[in-house]
């Protein structure tokens, strides 16, 4: 073979490689969606408008404060990222303050940027006992409620406004949230 002939086939085979290689790095620095931003993408269309029309806004919150709690049933936050704030002793039972809130974010973008909730959750001794505070964490949980003034305490929760308010100014504002912990794992990115 000669060498015009290698040198082509040489070039050819690398950029085909080069090709392929760049289709691949584009692909792996995608970001995919988690659910909770799927899960608020579908009712921000469901409720097209609500950016400019203070009725539409209402109807939207009023879905949410009571479709949230079927969704989180269903998982919608198990991929979410929630940073443990604290471990506390509550009466006879252990609650997790799971944050993603003001600087406990771990993911800041579009929709997550805007998120705003906490999850107290109810744990045994073993698990509570097993955790770091300030670590993220990964939580499959079960809705209880919604933490307000008259049932904080069971919760030992310190809450500073109403729970849920939904769209609210430029944040989604879900508030402080009872569930149960049924399973927790450490976040690795």
């Known amino acids: 073979m000669n060498l015009s002939k290698f040198l082509f086939i040489a070039t050819t085979t690398f950029l085909i490689v080069s ?5 691949s790095s584009s692909q792996e620095k995608k970001i995919e969606k988690l659910k909770v931003e799927i899960y608020i993408d ?17 109807e939207l919150n009023n879905f949410l404060k009571t479709d949230f709690k079927k969704a989180i049933d269903k998982g ?8 443990l704030d604290k471990v506390e ?19 800041v973008r579009g929709i997550l940027s805007i998120l705003e909730v906490d999850l107290y959750a109810l744990t045994d001794e073993k698990t509570a006992k097993s955790l770091q505070e300030g670590q993220f964490y990964l939580a499959d949980v079960e809705f209880k409620e919604y933490i307000t003034f008259q049932n904080n305490e069971k919760y030992c ?8 308010m ?6 989604i504002q879900f508030g402080a949230i009872g569930v149960k912990l049924k399973k927790i794992e450490k976040f690795v990115k």
């Open 19 to 23: 090709c392929d290689n760049s289709q």
């Open 42 to 58: 579908t009712a921000r269309n469901k409720f097209a408008g609500f950016e400019t029309n203070g009725a539409i806004k209402d």
């Open 76 to 83: 919608v936050l198990a991929d979410l990222p929630f940073k």
């Open 89 to 107: 002793k509550c009466g006879s039972q252990y609650i997790l303050d799971l944050e993603h809130s003001l600087n406990s974010k771990f993911y």
């Open 157 to 164: 929760a310190l809450i500073l406004m109403s729970p849920f």
């Open 166 to 171: 939904g769209y609210f100014a430029n944040e």
